[in-house]
């Protein structure tokens, strides 16, 4: 005898095959069995010394459908990671800065094609260094060079030889001390920049130097600017410039081991506030937490505004996760892998294929050098965050984190 499958009868006396059955246990789309997978997965990464722990937030149409701790966030083991651990977020910063400065903007403080000098006077005699010699700028560097990284500047680290020395020299990224920020003008106005503005992007203080250039603008400092404007509207409570006695113990921790360590934490001095003594990075400053990144992501996804605030126009965010590097040489590729432009803050995702991970054409995305990442796609109706301490092995994180994401949204938007 052949045993009936029951199949079970949902509202207005439908029944339900098994595939339905399955759907109605989603959640926005997303398998709790496939988000179940975050948590091996960071075991691994904790076994191989990726990072002593991790907190992974996922949200969809507005609602968080995953947001776990895993691992420690003490080298020690003692302390468990909690889901409001607080994390140097490097590079996450600008994208906020660059927020702040198309807010700015839109109130008619600055424009996109205004010449840097006109706020920042110090950099009005800047040349182009050549291997023939120094040449004169072909146009001037615009404020719109600062927000995609066109603009000539660049980091130390990965500058042409002479320009590399000239910036170690004048400490212009001030990993050795404090620099004002009026003094680190003075300097970076006498180095050449690495090439002709507007021709190539190539990853750099460019934002940095917009934070400064929003002061001049907008006559007061970079952490008022951005608290002001946004962290504080939206409840951003843990997104601040250097992280005092009462936030210190929910600070996250990247391993003794990573070579990249000590070198990166004596650098970046979050434990001390110099904000009255040296300039703020606007590219890489601040710290903050997972919930507090995907309210400022979710603003941004639903097209500038979060729980009836507006902070940007539609036009403005479409605007800025636009590709604003085309025609130009170089590529965010070292950040985010191949199949990504550069728009105003953001690496955004140019078509389907090409790409480490999965995701959608005109996905937005960024990363810091300590481990965190995060992804705003807006066919999918998506954001993720990722945070983590772990400067060596960011880049293998982040794509772990965003495989997780996508492998387990089993209903396309």
């Known amino acids: 005898m052949i045993a009936r499958r029951t199949l079970p009868v949902l509202a207005g006396g439908l029944l339900a095959t098994p595939a339905l059955a399955q759907t109605e246990a989603l959640r926005r789309g997303f398998s709790p069995a496939r988000l179940d997978r975050f948590a ?15 907190v992974a937030l996922v949200a969809r149409e507005g609602e968080v459908v995953h947001h776990a701790a895993y691992g420690h966030r003490d080298q020690a083991r003692r302390q468990a990671m909690t889901n409001d651990s607080v994390f140097l977020m490097a ?14 903007a839109e109130e008619g403080r600055i424009q996109l094609r205004d010449n840097i000098a006109q706020y920042l006077p110090e950099l ?5 260094h050549t291997p023939q010699g120094d040449q004169p700028l072909a146009r001037p560097v615009t404020v719109q060079d600062l927000l995609r990284h066109s603009s000539g500047f660049v980091y130390a680290d990965a500058a042409p030889e002479r320009i590399r020395d000239l910036y170690r020299q004048h400490d212009i990224e001030a990993r050795n001390g404090l620099l004002p920020g009026d ?6 106005g006498t180095i050449p920049l690495a090439f002709q503005p507007g021709t190539q992007f190539f990853y750099s203080i460019s934002t940095d130097v917009l ?10 400092r970079l952490d008022r600017i951005i608290e002001s404007r946004l962290t504080g509207p939206l409840g951003m409570r843990d997104t601040v410039w250097f992280v005092d006695d009462a936030r210190a113990a929910r600070l996250a921790e990247a391993p003794d081991a990573d070579p990249l360590k000590a070198g990166m934490w004596a650098s970046y001095r979050i434990r001390q506030d110099e904000r009255e003594r040296s300039y703020l990075k606007g590219g890489a400053g601040m710290v903050g937490t997972a919930a507090d990144y995907h309210r400022f992501c979710q603003m941004l996804l639903d097209g500038g505004t979060l729980d009836g605030r507006r902070y940007l126009s539609p036009s403005t965010v ?20 191949p199949g990504y432009g550069f728009g105003l803050g953001f690496g955004v995702r140019l078509d389907h294929g090409m790409g480490h991970a999965p995701g959608s054409p005109g996905d937005a995305m960024w990363a ?7 992804t705003i796609d807006p066919a999918q109706r998506l954001v993720g ?16 984190f965003k495989n997780l994401v996508y492998g387990a949204l089993v209903e396309n938007g």
């Open 183 to 188: 003094e680190m003008l003075r300097r970076l």
């Open 368 to 374: 810091g050098a300590w481990g965190t990442s995060f």
């Open 124 to 128: 009005r005699s800047l040349v182009v």
């Open 91 to 104: 590079s996450m910063t600008k994208p906020l800065t660059s927020v702040a400065a198309m807010m700015l």
């Open 211 to 220: 934070g400064l250039l929003l002061e001049r603008a907008a006559g007061e």
């Open 318 to 337: 479409r605007f800025m996760i636009s590709n604003h590097i085309v025609g130009m040489a170089g590529s965010p590729m070292a950040s985010t892998g």
């Open 40 to 54: 091996p997965a960071m075991a691994r990464e904790i076994e191989r010394g990726s990072f002593l722990g991790a």
């Open 385 to 400: 965050v990722f945070m983590a301490q772990g400067p060596s092995n960011r880049v293998h994180t982040r794509m772990l």
